[in-house]
């Protein structure tokens, strides 16, 4: 399987599974500017839409959007992470998390990297901060977003979390998330993604 990323965006959530459940993904930097690949190919070729990430799969054909492509990757990563059977409760616990991350957490944060200031961003960070506080409440104090095992909804998360330290948000009263983050962080899987992606592990 290829994956077509960019440093930093979303994308890194579907490498750090990948890194997880050893899947031996290959990786395609794309240019989220030019819209070219690491080889000078045009990206709307792969993914007309033309934003990350995209997944090549191996019998053909290329699937994007986050959510779909966590939810392909989650049901091939055997037991190296918790992935509920198609189905159960705790499945659609699981896509409960996928649907809250992308639609009140990540897009929440597009105004920002857009470059909204003043009273707009202020507004936008305040937005943010109650979507954490929710996180940080339902968290209570587990490892992970599921219980005690690390799903694919947590590397999404942390990749968020790392949004909101670029976009100086202050995290710091969100003890849960803060745990959470150092945890995933002192991961060797979510090193190596960083390492492969050019980016420095979080402070």
């Known amino acids: 399987m290829k994956l077509y990323y960019s440093p930093g965006a979303c994308s890194l959530a ?48 290329t699937l994007t959007e986050n959510i779909a492509i966590l939810n392909y990757l989650a049901d ?21 998390w996928l649907g809250f991350i992308t639609t009140e957490l990540h897009k929440s944060f597009g105004p920002l990297f857009q470059g909204a200031s003043g009273t707009d961003a202020e507004k936008i960070k305040e937005k943010i901060g109650k979507r954490l506080a929710h996180t940080d409440e339902q968290l209570g104090g587990k490892p992970f977003l599921m219980g005690d095992r690390m799903s694919v909804a947590d590397a999404y998360l942390f990749v968020i979390l790392t949004w909101a330290k670029k ?8 003890s849960n998330l803060t745990a959470f983050f150092a945890r995933m962080t002192r991961r060797p899987a979510v090193q190596r993604a960083l390492q492969e992606e050019g980016l420095p592990l979080p402070a």
């Open 14 to 61: 579907a490498h750090i599974v990948g890194q997880e459940a050893d899947l031996k993904l290959q990786l395609e930097k794309v240019d989220l500017t030019t819209h070219k690949t690491a080889d000078g190919r045009d990206y709307y070729a792969v993914n007309p839409k033309g934003y990350v990430p995209a997944l090549q799969l191996d019998q053909g054909g």
């Open 76 to 96: 091939h990563t055997g037991e190296k992470l918790y992935t509920p059977p198609a189905g159960s409760m705790e499945r659609y616990r699981l896509e409960e």
């Open 167 to 174: 976009m100086h948000l202050d995290t710091s009263r969100f």
